[in-house]
């Protein structure tokens, strides 16, 4: 509930958040429903879950010979995503976070890989990433989870600071790779899904600077992911601490754009 009002605290009444919350918990039970249900997919239980749109801008950067830098995030049924692609034939590699409990680790990545997916870990993750964007494989990063110092950078996420990994920006301008955002949403409270891709995001770089562009276009990114929170926000993961830096910013370097609005709100949270 904190997450949302600080989100869209502005834009909602009291009772429509509290909507979305209820609807953001039967989502995630659901989620759990169908992840028992992993076990029993195959390809043509994909096609009959799930319906693609705009699905073509995914292929193309893979028919270049570069690969493709997926974007996407805590939306939907994130995990269901992956592996009715991977049955649908996208040769795909994922970095995903360890599960430190070991049956669950021994269930998600059982059925990750028997789906056809490679799962990439993200420590000591850069060589598997190049060879599998070299091969011409979907690479997908999932990037509204909190990043330590040392994996993200200060950005801006619904007019409050969020750290953000820059490494989708980073692959894409070091390997000429398609960089696309998608995402997952359910059709109301039922199983059956449809599966966004948009088209390819050009990068921009508007200055001298490399690390001022990685920051330019990763913004960019939480701009895209801002849209589809609006257009979903009972379907994106509001449990997760996002905002972490916003309460405690030690160690983060923030550039003085940033800086300047941040010592604002914090002036008025002290007041």
Do not use: C
Request: charged share 30%; net charge positive.
């Amino acid at each position: 509930m904190r997450n949302i009002e600080r989100a869209l605290g502005d834009e909602l009444d009291a009772q429509r958040r509290r909507e979305i919350i209820a609807r953001s918990f039967q989502h995630q039970a659901l989620f759990g429903v169908e992840a028992l249900r992993f076990p029993l997919l195959n390809r043509e239980e994909s096609e009959r879950l799930e319906e693609r749109v705009g699905f073509e801008h995914m292929q193309a950067g893979g028919d270049e010979g570069r690969g493709v830098v997926a974007v996407t995030a805590h939306v939907g049924n994130f995990d269901l995503v992956g592996v009715t692609q991977a049955f649908r034939g996208l040769p795909l590699a994922v970095i995903y976070k360890d599960i430190h409990w070991q049956p669950g680790h021994r269930f998600f990545f059982g059925q990750r890989r028997a789906a056809g997916i490679q799962p990439i870990l993200p420590k000591g993750s850069e060589r598997e990433i190049l060879r599998a964007l070299r091969a011409g494989k979907v690479v997908a990063f999932v990037i509204d989870q909190h990043m330590p110092p040392h994996r993200g950078i200060a950005t801006e996420f619904f007019g409050m600071l969020a750290s953000t990994t820059p490494a989708p920006v980073l692959f894409a301008l070091r390997t000429g790779a398609r960089l696309v955002t998608a995402h997952i949403h359910r059709k109301g409270l039922t199983p059956h899904h449809v599966f966004e891709v948009d088209p390819k995001m050009e990068l921009e770089e508007p200055y001298d600077d490399r690390k001022r562009n990685v920051r330019h276009n990763t913004e960019r990114l939480n701009r895209w992911l801002e849209g589809v929170v609006r257009r979903y926000p009972d379907q994106w993961l509001w449990m997760h601490k996002r905002w972490k830096i916003e309460d405690d910013p030690t160690g983060f370097e923030i550039p003085e754009s940033l800086k300047r609005d941040y010592e604002a709100r914090l002036a008025q949270r002290e007041r």
